[in-house]
């Protein structure tokens, strides 16, 4: 079958992904083989594309947002018929690893710093996936319109929101940056209905993409008299809680420090570069990927901080609630530009366009 191979040479255009011919997967006895129809892109990804993470092994298949159809099933497989539609999700764990591992990406960690080999990931005409991994999609989502690989990542956006909606007292929320998952956190909030909704982001073309989007009742610029307009906006009660998109070098969480009320909560999202930021002693991306709450103490605020990630406990219930609402699937798509099949994307690697947010593509 025809794959995009990831290589830690670089081709002459300077990335690290290779279009190869490749065995076709046979699904193991509680796997499902699916014969891909859409994909889309995440920003792991692109990074991966570039060789920026190191941890990923010689020779993997890449991708980890995928739908297509159940195309044969492991003879343990039962609840799952071939012919299903399903949305794939990415992480997966074997018996005793003390971590997940990630379709596409690296293998279940078994013992510290040791990894088991990854399953191949959806850059490619068929994989083969645990059945747990395989979430079954209703006809409403089944067009030219929706891609049902966004589950994958819009699920972290809708869990975020949800810890959100159940905390107390949320009037007004701020959300720091307006890439991909920025602008879903966003969509979500409106349509759970969170009042007093703002969104931050410095890059201009973001920045008037998510205003147009009209899910935040104010997008601006944090490097524009920051203080004053959230001191305006929330009329001087500041942000009951905030969410940093950003991480990276922790631009977006002074932001969230800044503008969140004493009391009240930042959510960590973004992930920081590398393990070099720290809050009180511990790695950001730690708080993020084990999901701590700490106490930090800010310009004499008492701040809560809480690491989210996952989408534990929420896939039927997002796929139904996206299935029941049109209006909920025309606006996830607005971030994604479908690029065409599959075929394209080491040309649209090498070619990257700035005014495209998150790619989409069909199968070969």
């Given amino acids: ?17 290779f279009e190869e011919e490749v065995p076709r997967p046979n699904p193991g006895p509680s ?12 920003a792991t990804d692109e990074s991966l594309f ?22 044969e099933l492991g003879k343990n497989v039962q609840g799952l018929k071939v012919g299903d539609k399903i949305a794939g999700e990415s992480h997966y764990t074997v018996q005793n690893a ?27 005409e068929y994989l083969a996936i645990p059945a747990e991994c395989a979430h079954t999609v209703p006809a409403e989502l089944i067009s030219d319109q929706f891609w049902p ?10 869990f ?31 349509h759970m209905s969170i009042a007093g909704i703002v969104a931050f982001e410095t890059d201009a073309y973001r920045r008037n993409f998510a205003s147009d989007l009209k899910a935040a009742d104010k997008v601006i610029d944090p490097s524009d ?3 004053e307009q959230v001191h305006e906006f929330t009329r001087g009660k500041w942000f009951d809680a905030t969410i940093d998109m950003v991480g990276k070098q922790g631009q977006g969480f002074l932001s969230c420090c ?14 920081f570069s590398g393990d070099r930021f720290f809050i009180d002693g511990i790695a950001g991306n730690e708080i993020i990927f084990k999901m701590k709450t700490l106490h930090h103490e800010y310009k004499r605020k008492h701040l809560k901080v809480v690491g989210i990630t996952g989408r534990e406990g929420i896939w039927r219930e997002l796929i139904d609630t996206v299935a029941a609402d049109q209006d909920l699937q025309h606006n996830l798509m607005k971030p994604v530009t479908v690029m065409g099949t599959l075929s394209r994307l080491g040309a649209d690697t090498r070619f990257p366009k700035a005014q495209i947010l998150k790619r989409a593509y069909y199968a070969f």
């Fill in 1 to 17: 079958m025809r794959a995009w191979v990831y290589r830690k040479e670089k081709s002459e255009q300077g990335f690290h992904i």
């Fill in 31 to 42: 796997q499902v083989l699916v014969r891909i129809e859409k994909i889309s892109v995440c």
């Fill in 50 to 71: 570039r060789g920026e993470l190191k941890k990923v092994p010689d020779g993997i298949i890449p991708g980890h947002e995928f739908y297509g159809e159940i195309f």
């Fill in 98 to 124: 003390q971590e997940a591992g990630i379709i596409g990406l690296w293998g279940p960690e078994i013992r510290k710093g040791e990894l088991l080999p990854p399953i191949h990931g959806a850059y490619a």
């Fill in 149 to 158: 690989s966004l589950f994958e990542a819009v699920g972290n956006d809708y």
């Fill in 160 to 190: 975020l929101i949800k810890q959100i909606q159940k905390a107390d007292h949320v009037e007004n929320l701020g959300i720091v940056g307006s890439g991909p998952h920025g602008m879903f956190a966003q969509i979500f909030a409106r």
């Fill in 225 to 227: 008299r920051l203080l």
């Fill in 258 to 271: 800044e503008t969140t009320r004493d009391g009240g909560t930042i959510f960590l999202f973004g992930l």
